[in-house]
């Protein structure tokens, strides 16, 4: 069977030969081949970034789990736990990441306050704790999703590690929102 020929008009899908013989030279730059073009150098600013909103989120989940105290106070300081330690394991995801496009993780500690969305907190309060550790995951989520729409089809396999991460933060949220009902 024949396939009928594509009109003028028509838009066929078809792979840029020059990028593939580009790929073939620059073997150094490892999985960093020309079609990351100029985003590269945006996209590891913005995972340093969430690098750095991930590690004061782990600093912040760890002080709430060792001072809170009261009542009720066990099941939630280990649930504060369990959260610095996804934290951690996303901090470790950006940062392979990071360098894997060619980058360097950023994990200087005079800049993770500034370069964080989410704020540390130094509540001694068990609900202070609470809300202030759902705000930062709200505010963690809405980082992500303006990420995962800023890099759209610009670097697919970024793109889905934010949307990992995404997930995990909002099931934090949702975590949270419950202890503080």
Known sequence: MRHPSPSPNTHRLVLNDEAL???REGLHDGAVTPSYGPWRDDIVRLLNDALATELVC???YKRHHFMASGLNAAPIA??????ANEEAAHADRLAERIVQLG???DYAPDGLTSRSHALYDDSNDLKAMIRANLV???VAVEAYRQMI?????????????LEAILRDEEEHADELADLLA
């Open 21 to 23: 013989a580009q790929a």
């Open 136 to 138: 930062a995951e709200r």
């Open 103 to 105: 980058g360097e993780p």
């Open 78 to 83: 280990a649930e504060f736990m369990v959260h």
């Open 149 to 161: 729409t800023l890099i759209g089809d610009k670097d697919p396999t970024t793109r889905q590690l």
């Open 58 to 60: 782990v600093l912040r």
